[in-house]
Every structure is written in C-alpha cells, then in structure tokens.
C-alpha cells in the first residue's frame, strides 16, 4: 500500500469516509465551542469550499445546500423565539411587544417585553453555532457515500444496515414521489396548490417511498443479505448489546469533553469504558462473521492528511480557548468580536483537503483510478 | 434446475389464488420464456423461484419449488443467492450502492466470497457484459440499457446457475433491448446459465427461447414446451408467429430470419397488390390542436429539447419515436404544461398549458405519465373511477365504460396496487381518457400490456382520432406503432431527424422496423392485419399462392 502512496494522491478516486468524517467532527467540535460570528461563518465557508471542490456526482452529494437552508431556518427559529419568549436583557432597546401576565406556576417564562439589541445578537450566534455545526455534517453526508461508511463499520454493526440504507434511500426518493404525485394531480385536473393538496398527496407519496424500500429490502434480500454464516445467535446477542453499551459511553464521553460544566465521571473514564467495549464486541463477533470486502477503502497520505487538518483545527481552538476568551465575544456589553489569529490558521488548515483530498472519479474517468487500492 | 411441484399462490385477502397448481421444470442451460396474459401471474411465478414471493410479499404458497434441489420452504431468499440471481422490473429500485463496481461486488461480499477471487470475477462480468467502461460511474448517471445490464451483472457476480428477469426490456428502446438480449443469449450459450424470462414483447425474446411456459390464467393450466409446439395453439403470439399462421408455414418460424427464407413465394404474390388495398385511408388532417415553435429544455447542464418545431393536428395518431433520453417525455411534458418552455413557445388550442389551471389543462391535454401508477391514489378501482368522472364533470360512470374496454374485468373493489403492471395502466388510461380531451398524450402506454390489451388501446386510440382528437404516443414499440400511427416523428438527442407518414419513416429503419415490415421488404407492408387485406385484395383468401 505504501508504495502506492505517491500514486493514489494523484489517481481519481473517492476518499476514506473515516477521514471525511474525523475532519469534520473536528470542524464541528470547533463550531459547538465557540460563538464567535466570524470563526463561525468561517467554518460554514471552509466545509462550503471543501464540499463544492471535491464532492462526487452522485445524488447524495447534492445534500450540502439542504443542510445549509436548514442552518439558515434555525437561525431564524432561535431569533424569533428570543424575541417572543427570551429572557429580558437589559440594554439598548429596539422596540417592544405587548407582555403577556403569565400565572405564578408558569413564573419563570415570559412572553413579550422589551427586545434588545444585546438579546438579538446573542441569539443569532447561538443561531449561527447551530447552523454551523449542521453545515459540518452536511459536508461529512455530501462527502462520503452512505453506503461507503457502512461498509467501513466493522461487520458486526453492519446488522443495523437494512434499516440505515432504506432510511438513506427514502428522503430523495420520497422527494421525487412528491413531485410525481404534484403532476400526476395536475394530470387530473385537481388543485396543485394548498393545504389540502399537500395532505391530499402525503399517502400517496409515503405508499410510493414505502413500496421501493420494500423493493429494495427484497433485493437486498435476494443477493444474499444477512446470510447467517457461522454465527450462533448467542454470539451475536452478546456482540450486539456491547455494540450498544460502547455506543451510548461514546456519545456520553464526547458529551462531557464538550461541555465545560459536566462531571468527571463523563469524559475520560466513559471514552474509556465506550472503546473497551466496542473492541469486546469486535473480539467476540468480528472474528467469525461471514462477510468480506470487495476492494476496501485504503488508508493512506491524503486520508492522514484530512484527517490531522481536523484534529490540527480542534488544537488550534483549544489553544485560544485556553489564552482568552476570544471564542466567547460578548454581547453584554455588546463588542466587536475579535478575531483570533492562531484559530483563522487553523481553519486554514482544515481547508486544505479542498487540494489534498483526491479528486472524486468523474463520469468519463475509466482506466485513471484502476491502479489504486490494488 | 427449477422445479415447480403443484405449486398454488393465494395472495392474502384475495378471493381465488394467482396461479394453480403450477407444475412445471427447466431442465439446465435453457432460456425459457414465460408467456401470459396481462395479470396472469408472470411476475408472482418468478419472484416465487427464490421465495421473494410468499416471504416479501404475504400469502400461502402450497406445493413445493425447488431450486438445484434446495426447496425454497426450507431457506429464505438470501441462503439461495449463490444459487439464483433475481432482477426485478426496475432495476433501479434494487440497487444498494452508489457506483457500478461496487454494486457488482455487493452480492459476493454478502456472500463471504475470498477478495482476491471477488476481484478476478468483477473482472470478469465487467468483460462478458461489456460493462468495463462503466465500471466508475455512479449508477444514477447509466441509461436503461446500462442499469438492466449492471443489474444483471450484480448478480451474477454471486456465480448462480439460475437467473431470473422480470420483464428485462419493457422500459428500453429497441437498440438496447437487443444489447440486453444478447448479453442473457451469451450467458445461456457460454456459460451453461438457466434463464427464466419473463417478456409481454415476444418478438423481442421468443427467437432466443428453448423453451415457453405459458400462463393462460383464468385458473387454467399452464402450457409447457418448446416455442414452435406452444405457438401453433397460443392465443398470445408475436408477429412473425401470427404471419406464419396467416401463410400456413411449417414449421412455424421464430425469428425475421426463419420468416424471410419461408417468405419469398408470399412476397412476389403481393407484389401486384397497391397500396390502398391494404394502408388505412390517407387523412387530409384536420385544424392544428398544438404547435411548438423553437422549444427548447434543458436540465441542469442537459440540453433535453434543441429548437424543436411541430404541428399537431387533429384526427391523427402520431409516434414519437427516439432512444432512451432522447427528449421524448420532455416533449409531452411541455405540451401538457407540466413544464415551462425555456425558449419558443407551446400552444394548444391556442393558449399556453403552462399557464392555465390544473382544471382547464385537462379540458385541451390530457397525458398518461410513464409511471402510470403516480396517477392513481384511490382505495379502490371504483373510488378511482368516480373522483374520475367527478374531476372531468362527467356523466357517473363513463370512466368505468372506457376502463372496460381496455382491461375489461377488474372488480371495482380492487385495490388499484394489487392490479398488475397492465390493469394498472388500463386505469390510468382510462381516467385520462374519460375526459377526451383534444390533444391526448400517451407515455409508454404499452409497458407491461399483452397483445390483447394492446390491440384494444390501439382500438382505443383509433377510435379517438377518428373523433377527432389529435393522440401522439411516445413509445419504443414498433409494432404498436405499425398498427396505430399515421404520423411517426423520430427525435435524436433533443432534434427531430425524422417526420412523415409512418409508413415511410419505419419501414426501411433497421431498427424502427416492426417484424412483418422486415419479412416483406421491400413491401411496405407493417403489420399481419395489413397482409390479411393485402391477399383479400390479390382476389384470393385460398393459399393458391403457395
């Protein structure tokens, strides 16, 4: 493999999705500590460039934009709920809007009241932080094939693959079923518009979506799917609840090293105990299960590369973090946030991959990417 | 290599079983050709091979099938893969990844295959299906004919010795329906493969067929044996059989080239006869319904229409004619509104379509989708029928009257997704139909309907343009365009390269030619009907001709 190397930076071919996502899970973890406005538009740009320049020309890859509408309708969500239900801050007053005397046992919300420029800006960069953070999964989701980052799961996890890729395949299809059944009423000679339309048309897209999942299952089925192999049920009982424990630790470790304010107990000891779990489960179920893999995703220079410049812009945060509070700027009193220098170099960094990642094979490369992988 | 023992489905809540008491067995390295009505049962029979049907699909099935000796009671679908490979009707909807090579693959990785032995037998599907050059292309992006042939390949990889299609060259135009063909004709020869096919085009599969099995349906029993035995008494037949029976041929002839070598005593008999005799009437065309000037479409970077300019008038049949992707759909989606033109301008009855409401469109053009079924959202054939009539402000039940005309026999109780690929077409036909508007669009109105049922849309449709709607059909099957067209417009890559009576347009292309055309050249005669009236005409109804 290592020979191969110096070829496979050059050679048309898709990138490891472990790399893919490892950059941008750093990228994100950058996003959840911070509300800086222009780190974060930042981040949204280098995952927007990473995206534009080396995603593939394959359906799932045009799912970039949705998830930046998405961020988009969270910010507007986090600012009206500010404005109609935040709590009052005091400072520069925009306007008001008729409060509403609430019970005593709902005391503690309010609704109405004066709004402040000081309560707007915080809420639209916590707004921002949101969206930022669903723009990195969206990179990682255009970036690397659904499928691709099942066959990297080890082959134990790859039961829960029915289900992940029918629930892949049921968004777009689900979306050109909606747009069939418009048509098809337009065909008929109904209203394409309204309310009643749209409810009028949900069964109908649902019963479509619902019938080539099944299609799909069955052909699933029918090239050998969760063939059982060799594999006792006990084994896999006891493979899959470990999966499960090593999961939820996992989740529950990352969460405490993200938030400041957690217990102990939740970072270090629960990563740990999530990984120790996870390799038990790889031990007892990986060694006898049946699958193999056809030409798997290597791992080599450009996947280290991708994947350092996510763990080198985590550092970088971490690094000003620790020197002020440059990632916090505040809003009370309101000031211009300062621009962290050592943070914008480490997103540089994490926009690299826009070159080093290898260039996604096009429709018309044949012979280009035969040499790699081999 | 299959064999099916008394083999009775009963789908669940449905009154009389689909097939009974089905007995029948392929012996290995045969093609063999399910035949049948529309809703016979063809697919339920071969989705019942490896067990899909009753494991996916609910319902009893009693008798045994077996495949190389494994019953499919015992083992479920995946424990058979390294047995039998099943392409369903859209191969589309059964592709798990994203790239040609991987999807090739993803049957041996399920199947625990060595890598190194994986790898060399990619390679070697990639070369016996021609799919080499594809082998980087994201799925989304291949033709019909590419998608059809990777997913043949898909499971092949698995190594089966059976291989089971479900209507394999329905959707393709007729260059890449051959390319599919010739593909299962080369596994069969070569590699000793059993291949259960079923096909509604038999003058597209019977000439490759060892063998038919043919489902009468109705609960009768099923016919087995080799195509000529089958063919003397089928009532389902493709053209070439049909002529050879008109002639009394023998041996009955299965493909264009058993017919011409049979044909030459026929062909200098009606060289005497003219034209009149036998060609529908000439029509003098009546006023122009719709008219399309410098239409052009694209999508995304896609030019689908280039600058196209057409007149459509009332009392004729038009095809539109053209390979897969040629612009063909586009074309009638602008002429029902559906799209706004990017450049020049679509008229019907002298408004736009875009522009009108839903309930005005359906008064000047009416269009039945490709994928017919998105029209229909009803529980029942009968609730679809009525919010027909009442849509179109018609007189309750005219729907149902021209539903029994194309597919007659359906109960009003169905449920429109229990009817077969044809019945559920036959209704959609006929909620646009109903309302007869001016100008009626049919896309691939054919797919998935036997001969019977093609002759009665064909009756149909004769009988709307001589009511004077102008009807176009966009369609890849000759034959229905030999009975039906007066007017065959050919599109290539968004242009049209070809517009003039039917007759001149397809008689002489090799590959838009249908069957009796290519017997008889030069004779322009198309279709078996058309020979009946040719040698009524030659003043003899005897074979003195012989």
Redesign the interface.
Known sequence: MGTDSAVAVRVQRLLHPGAWWIWALGLSACALRTTNPVLLCLIVAVAGWVVASRKADVPWARSFSSFLRLGAIVIVIRVVFQIVFGLRVSGTTLFSIPELTLPDWAAGVSIGGPVTLESLVAALYQGLRLAAVLACFGAATSLCSPYRMLRALPSVLYEAGVAVTIAFTFAPQAIVASRQVREARRLRGRSDRGIRAWSASALPVLEGALDRAVALAASMDSRGYGRRGGVSPAVRRRSVVLILLGLIALSVGSYGLLDPGAPAFFRLPALAFGAVALVGALVAGGATALRTRYRPDPWVVPEWFVSIAGVIVVLSFAAVSRSGDALQPSTNPLEVPSVPLLAVAGLLVAALPAWIAPQPPTPSATAASVAVAA | MIKFEHVTITYPGAESPTLVDVSFEVPEGELCVVVGVTGSGKSTLLRAV?G?VPR?SGGVLAGSVAINGRSTAEL???????V???V?Q?PA???????V??EL???????????EI??RR?EDILDLLGLH?L????L??LSGGQQQRVAIG??LT?GPRVLVLDEPTSALDPAAAEEVLAALTRLVHDLGITVLVAEHRLERVVQYADRIVMIPGNGLPVVVGTPAEVFTRSSVAPPVVELGRLAGWNPLPLSVRDARRLATPLRDHLKTVSLSSFGRPERSGGDVVAVTSGLQASYGPITALRGVDLQFRSGEVVALMGRNGAGKSTLLNHL???REPALGAVRVMGSEPHRL???D???VA??V?Q?S???L?HDTVGAECG??DR??GLVPGTTRVVLDRIVPDIDAVTHP?DLSEGQRLGLALS??LA?EPPLLLLDEPTRGLDYGAKQRLVEVLRRLAEDGHAVIIATHDVEVVAAVADRCIVLAEGEVVADGPARDVVVHSPVFAPQVAKVLAPLPLLTVHEVELALAAAGDSSLSWQ
Request: without cysteine; charged residues 25%.
């Open positions: 490896n899909l996916f479920p679908p995946r424990e058979l893969a390294d039998v490979g099943v369903g859209d909807a059964g592709f798990v990844t994203d790239y090579e991987d693959a993803y049957a041996m990785e399920n199947l625990g295959i060595e890598p994986m790898r990619v050059e082998r980087h292309r994201p989304s992006s898909s499971v698995a029902v509104g559906l409401s839903a309930r469109v359906v008064r009416g269009l989708p994928d079924g998105v029209l959202y919010a027909s849509d179109a997704r909620i646009v309302s």
